[in-house]
Every structure is written in structure tokens, then in C-alpha cells.
């Protein structure tokens, strides 16, 4: 039997997110979107509906519809000379399903594999249980939870088979920039390792310039096949619901090793989700779409600074530039909270839900939370308010 540990976080999120009057802030999408607001988002009244009604429901196109698998070619390829090709491209259900099927396909007892560290528990654990060694890349808060190539000369071994980074990175919101990606590519270049770019919450920059030389783009961008980025339409594009991610590789018989082992696992996703997700990266709806996001993000972060800088002397972060989670520790007598039992007694305290980073990311960060700030401005708003009371009577 296969031994994997318990998946702390997506635990924490079903057991109290549920929690009559919750004020989740804990959540990690860009506050979701229902069909009817997709609509609304497009600029092209005479484009037709995201559902077809009158299409038949058979399993469809096996590794995703040509529109779908066009409009995510084409967004890849805007950062690079060539075109990524369609066929390039393979949908799942989530991005979870991608990270899961990429994994299974392609790590196994005698690799070695390297993980950036803290991470999406899923990228670390799955490899352990398939037999594989995985050292941690441990980002620290003095980088700015960047990842330094120097700790990851120390890791790297003969059999080094993939190193793992997420890009934005989730829990810290932490942004890898350019020169740092292209030294990654030319490190694993050299050594003929793959890297795996977990990008669910590319392209969702709302602390960097578009014009900053530093943007980085996907880890499929820099001539390097042997690259490949997983994405969702959860996180940067508010549409959890319908289940849609994807797998991305210049290197053709990656995505041919994976879509071999997808047909034990998968035969397609739902044609209702592929319709709907092809709809939301159609050009007329595609930059209102982000647009929403990236302000709502920029916004909200705002906020959260407000907040951590009227607590700073029981409150720290580093603040994100990416994507739409931060980690906070709180402090009480000088000392980090005990963050699981904190986090338990403000949301029943208060209905403020977050999550303990001790327990889903490592006892390394003990005393922090991880925030998702990018829900609806006014939930954030009333989560912060009662989070300030709950501060002032019980860290002061």
C-alpha cells in the first residue's frame, strides 16, 4: 500500500471552512466568479454563450477541446519566439490532477528529487510516496522567500531526476524573478534535470511593473524542453468550479509519457468546464477577466499592509508581489503564537478563518498564518476588523 501523509492543508480548508458565518480568509482563489459575471466580463456582445446546449454530451476531445488547448498555446507562446504548439498541451481536471499525473509518470524509487520549500504539499509528498528521495529547497525570509542557486548546488545529486518550484509561490506570495529562473534553467540544462513549474497563480503579478525587466515569464519560456508548468483556471482566473488545468512542456514526449498514463486515470474533462474555460481566455474576456484580479488583489494587499503595519509589534510579513496568499506571524510576550490553537480560537471567537502554517507548511514556521487575501474586498475588510479586536484584547 501506498504511504502518503495526511494533505494538512486541504484537511484544515474541509474541516472548518463550512463553519456557519465563516469569514474566509483562508481561501487561496481570486474571488470566484459565477458564469452569468463571465458574461458580463466579455467586451463582445455577439460572441456566443460559454455553454453550448445543444452539444452532445460525449466525453469530447480526449486531452482537451483545440479552442481550449489554442488559447493556452497561445498564451505561453507570447513569451517566446516560437509558438508553443497545441499538441503541446494536455487538460485535467485541476491543476492538482496535473502536478499528480506528471509525478506518477515520471518520478520512482532511485530519483532524487528536489522541491522548493515552502510549498503545495502535494509537490513534496507525491514523490516520497512514489519512492523517490526529495530534499527540500528551503526559501528564507531574509531572501524575500526567493530561492538562492547556491543552496541548491548543495543539493543537487547524480541522480537528480526533477527540482519542483512554484512560481508564484504559495503560501508566500513570493515572486521568482527572471535572472533567478534563467540561472535555474541553466543550472538543470547542464545536468539534463527537468524543472517543474507549478504556475497556478501565473499571471496574477500585482506587486512588479509589467515593464520590470525582472517579470518573469513561464519556466517554458526560456529554450529549455526539458521544462514543464502546470496551471489552473482556479486561482488567477476565479473559476475553481469547473475543474480545468493543464499540463505544458516544449518537450513533446513528456506529454506523450504523461497522456499514456492520463488514460488509467482520466478519459476527459467534462465538455461543460472546457467550454466555460475556453470562453474565459477567449480575447473579449480574457484581460477584463485578469484585470478584475490583478485590481482586486491590489487592493486587498493594501489592506492587508494597513493592517500589519498597526499591529507591527505583534504582526510581520514580507509583503507579496504574486498571487493571493501571504504568511503573517503573530507574536504575543515577544514569543510566536502557538499558530494552530490561534487560529482555532479566532475563529471561534471571531469566524475568521486562516490557516496554521506550523501545521501545513513545517514547525520551521511556527507563530505564522497563511492569509488569502484576495477574496472579496469586503469579506477581507470584516476579517481584518475582527481580527484587530481579537488582537488588541488577547496579543497585548
Known amino acids: 500500500m501506498v504511504t502518503i501523509e495526511p494533505f494538512e492543508v486541504e484537511q484544515w480548508m474541509d474541516k472548518y471552512e463550512v463553519t456557519p458565518g465563516v469569514l474566509n480568509i483562508a481561501e487561496t482563489c481570486a474571488a470566484s466568479i459565477s458564469i452569468d459575471d463571465l458574461v458580463v466580463l466579455c467586451d463582445d456582445p455577439d460572441i ?3 455553454l453550448k446546449t445543444s452539444t452532445k454530451l460525449t466525453y469530447g476531445a480526449i486531452r482537451g477541446s483545440e479552442a481550449l488547448r489554442e488559447r493556452l498555446a497561445s498564451l505561453y507562446s507570447t513569451d517566446f519566439s516560437t509558438l508553443l504548439p497545441a499538441e503541446n498541451i494536455l487538460i485535467t481536471p485541476g491543476a492538482i490532477a496535473a502536478n499528480f499525473l506528471l509525478l506518477y509518470t515520471l518520478i520512482g524509487p532511485g530519483d532524487h528529487v528536489i522541491c522548493e520549500h515552502p510549498t503545495y504539499q502535494q509537490l513534496y509528498d507525491v514523490p516520497k510516496s512514489l519512492g523517490a528521495e526529495v530534499s527540500l529547497w528551503k526559501l528564507r525570509r531574509e531572501r524575500m522567500y526567493i530561492p538562492d542557486l547556491e543552496d541548491l548546488k548543495e543539493l543537487v545529486k547524480d541522480n537528480t531526476k526533477i527540482i519542483i518550484i512554484n512560481n508564484p509561490n504559495n503560501p508566500t506570495g513570493s515572486t521568482t524573478p527572471r535572472s533567478v529562473l534563467q540561472a535555474l534553467v541553466d543550472f538543470a540544462k547542464e545536468r539534463n534535470i ?11 503579478f500585482h506587486g512588479i511593473s509589467p515593464t520590470d525587466p525582472e517579470l518573469p515569464p513561464s519556466i517554458v519560456s526560456f529554450g529549455y524542453a526539458k521544462t514543464i508548468s502546470t496551471g489552473s483556471m482556479s486561482k488567477a482566473y476565479s473559476l475553481a468550479g469547473i475543474r480545468i488545468g493543464w499540463i505544458a512542456s516544449r518537450d513533446r514526449l513528456i506529454i506523450e509519457a504523461i497522456a499514456s498514463a492520463r488514460d488509467y486515470t482520466t478519459i476527459s474533462v467534462s465538455q461543460l468546464d472546457d467550454q466555460v474555460a475556453a470562453y474565459a481566455l477567449s480575447a473579449p474576456v480574457l484581460q477584463s477577466l485578469l484585470g478584475r484580479n490583478i485590481k482586486l488583489a491590489t487592493t486587498n494587499v493594501a489592506l492587508l499592509e494597513e493592517f500589519v503595519d498597526k499591529w507591527s509589534n505583534v504582526c510581520s510579513w514580507v509583503k507579496p508581489t504574486s498571487g493571493t496568499t501571504a504568511l503573517m506571524k503573530f507574536e ?5 503564537v ?7 480560537d479566532v475563529l471561534e471567537r471571531t469566524k475568521v478563518m ?23 474586498t469586503e469579506v477581507l475588510q470584516e476579517g481584518l476588523k475582527q481580527l484587530g479586536l481579537y488582537v488588541r484584547s488577547n496579543l497585548l
Not at 527537468?194 to 496574477?204: A, G, K, M, N
Open 48 to 50: 456566443p454563450h460559454p
Open 194 to 204: 527537468i524543472i517543474l513549474s507549478d504556475e497556478v497563480y501565473r499571471p496574477l
Open 332 to 336: 504575543k510576550d515577544g514569543k510566536p
Open 338 to 344: 502557538e499558530d494552530v490553537q490561534f487560529c482555532i
Open 354 to 376: 486562516f490557516l496554521p502554517a506550523s501545521k501545513c507548511f513545517g514547525e520551521e514556521f511556527k507563530g505564522s498564518v497563511r492569509i488569502g487575501f484576495v477574496c472579496e
